[in-house]
């Protein structure tokens, strides 16, 4: 560092920070609308749309409900979305595929190049037990093998229903290898993959589980997701997996969560060349509504503070339910 006399620095970092323009003007990161990913459920056979714990203004969407959504996020700005499917019937060996297929299919004839459409790509909302894959036959381990082929075909369905992405939040090995290779084989090569590649075993995605259906369940003896998830003390375990997931033909690598893994998403957005996401996850987004509500926090500042956060760590672009605010707590938190 240059060596300024003591008084003069000291100065300087006030005059930089006197006014509402300069500290615009001399700002390193600008979050943006554009800048975030708005996530959406659709669940099937369900009369009314239902609002989710912790999850203020977003919900688990009807058919119909979906679409207005759609229309109203437009509107605010948000052109982002990362689609998650609750179909109603469950099957342990299977991708259930065609409900949120049919979905795909009608946002994407309603919206068309209007909506960029990423589609979460994974078993737990359509296996009985709620778990990423399918399970071995002493049902005590996710199979890697048979869940990867069924992933794979997952990613095709979506892709030929008009997904623009497609994204395996699973963990399972050398998925994104399967899901390349199958989409080349059907000449979906426009279509791109967003890999949940450093994705950690985390107490954050409790509300999420109550959206998707997801959360482990039944009489199992496999009761959480820590043989498939990364452990969160175990960092380099992600840069194997972001890096292998590179290699294999990732457009977009992920860190997820956010704000307990700044530390992964700064390191790993530096090395490895590719855009990175971050996912704002269920648990972080109603930390921030929960303390807002309780009179704590400011609501637009805390979540813009967040998101700040991401883009300073080197994201490019941010899941967060909070998109469809961000216009609105953008211009508050100014
Ligand atoms: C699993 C999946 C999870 C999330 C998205 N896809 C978590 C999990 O149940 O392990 C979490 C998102 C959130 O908490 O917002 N396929």
């Given amino acids: 560092m240059m060596d300024y006399p003591e008084h003069d620095f000291l100065i300087s970092q006030r005059r930089i920070r006197q006014s509402p323009h300069i500290r615009s003007l001399a700002r390193q990161v600008h979050v943006q609308v554009e800048k975030l990913i708005q996530p959406l459920f659709v669940v099937e056979s369900l009369q009314q749309r239902e609002s989710i714990p912790g999850l203020t203004d977003v919900y688990r969407d009807t058919s119909d409900s979906l679409i207005r959504q759609v229309e109203s996020d437009l509107e605010r700005g948000v052109k982002s979305f990362l689609l ?3 179909p109603e019937a469950k099957s342990p060996h299977l991708a259930k595929t065609d409900f949120l297929a049919r979905k795909i299919h009608s946002l994407k004839s309603r919206f068309g190049a209007d909506i960029f459409l990423s589609v979460d790509v994974c078993l737990c909302s359509t296996t009985p037990h709620g778990h990423c894959g399918i399970l071995n036959d002493s049902l005590d381990h996710v199979d890697n093998g048979s869940t990867v082929i069924a992933l794979a075909e997952a990613a095709r369905d979506y892709a030929q229903a008009g997904a623009d992405c497609v994204a395996p939040s699973d963990m399972m090995d050398h998925r994104i290898q399967a899901i390349r290779d199958v989409l080349d084989h ?21 509300p999420f589980r109550v959206a998707a259906d997801s959360a482990p369940k039944g009489n199992l003896k496999l009761t959480d997701r820590a043989t498939y998830q990364i ?3 175990h960092p380099r375990d992600a840069r194997v997996s972001s890096e292998r997931d590179a290699v294999e033909g990732a457009d977009i690598l992920m860190v997820k969560p956010g704000l307990p893994y700044l530390d992964v998403l700064a390191e790993l957005s530096k090395e490895i060349p590719l ?7 269920s648990g972080e987004f109603a930390s921030v509504e929960l303390l807002a509500r309780e009179g704590l926090m ?5 979540h813009v503070e967040l998101w700040t956060g991401f883009m300073r760590a080197g994201a490019s672009m941010i899941i967060t339910y909070g998109a469809r605010h961000a216009r609105d707590w953008l211009k508050e938190s100014e």
């Fill in 231 to 233: 452990d969160p003390a």
């Fill in 275 to 281: 855009p990175w996401a971050v996912y704002e996850v």
């Fill in 84 to 86: 998650f499917g609750v």
């Fill in 186 to 206: 059907h000449k979906l090569d426009r279509t791109l993959i967003m890999s949940y590649s450093a994705k950690f075993h985390s107490a954050f995605y409790g």
């Fill in 298 to 302: 400011n609501r637009a500042r805390g």
